[in-house]
């Protein structure tokens, strides 16, 4: 069965701090896909990025970037020089491939970027 | 490009009443999911369908909850009877082919209230 663990329940940090969100991921399935969400305090869930199992090229965007290890089962994800905006639940998830892409949801971390 | 959406954002309702809610997947999209979003359990599937048939209803907690898609534009989760237990966020979300790695966007959910 699929599931998604992110161990870190809340952080904080201070402002331009870079801070590293875990996730790691079980699976038996060899295709399957990666995401994160972003969920601001306005409750909406935003799209952030999305990985493929056979792509395990790292990626950066801005001030984001995503660390994907399929030796180690991970799909960690950095904020550099963190912002107050940045404040929000950040969810890993699982897309199983044969399932329609349903999303199975680690439980969130909660980041807190003080000024 | 319209994204998912939800109606009503809002609902505050007294157990026993029915609950419905809605949702505008993307035009395109072939998959929509239910989810909802409770502090205890952290984010669900409820159901999901795909070309407008339901694939997996596993995570509709009771027969209390039904759900529908009767074309590719439109979905409706209903609850009757309502139940306080019932308070929580329920997110639609819908995504393209499987088959190209669809990645799956939220609407803003729709915040029910059963007292």
């Known amino acids: 069965a699929q599931k998604v663990t992110q161990a870190q329940t809340e952080i904080s940090v201070v402002e331009k701090e870079d801070v590293t969100l875990d996730c790691v991921y079980e699976?038996?399935?060899?295709?399957?896909?990666l995401f994160w969400y972003k969920q601001p305090p306005s409750g909406e869930l935003v799209f952030l990025i999305r990985?493929?199992?056979?792509?395990?090229q790292n990626e950066i965007s801005g001030r984001y970037s995503w660390n994907f290890q399929k030796s180690t089962s991970s799909f960690n994800f950095t904020i550099t020089a963190s912002q107050v905006v940045d404040s929000a639940v950040y969810f890993c998830?699982?897309?199983?491939?044969?399932?329609?892409?349903?999303?199975?949801f680690g439980q969130g971390t909660e980041l807190s970027v003080k000024p | 490009d319209a994204g998912v959406i939800q109606s009503p954002r809002h609902e505050v309702t007294e157990m026993g009443q029915e609950v419905t809610l809605r949702c505008k997947p993307i035009?395109?999209?072939?998959?929509l999911f239910w989810y909802r979003q409770t502090m205890m359990r952290g984010l669900e599937l409820l159901i999901y369908?795909?070309?407008?048939?339901?694939?997996?209803d596993s995570g509709m907690p009771e027969d209390r909850f039904s759900a529908k898609m009767p074309n590719a534009s439109f979905s409706t989760l209903k609850i009757q009877p309502s139940e306080p237990r019932d308070s929580a966020v329920y997110f639609c979300?819908?995504?393209?082919?499987?088959?190209?790695?669809?990645?799956?966007?939220f609407g803003e959910g729709s915040w029910l209230t059963v007292v």
């Open positions: 699976t038996r399935d060899t295709t399957y896909y």
């Open positions: 998830a699982e897309g199983v491939y044969n399932q329609g892409g349903k999303l199975i």
């Open positions: 990985r493929n199992s056979f792509d395990e």
């Open positions: 369908f795909n070309n407008n048939v339901p694939i997996d």
């Open positions: 035009s395109g999209h072939n998959s």
């Open positions: 979300a819908s995504g393209g082919q499987v088959t190209s790695g669809n990645t799956i966007y």
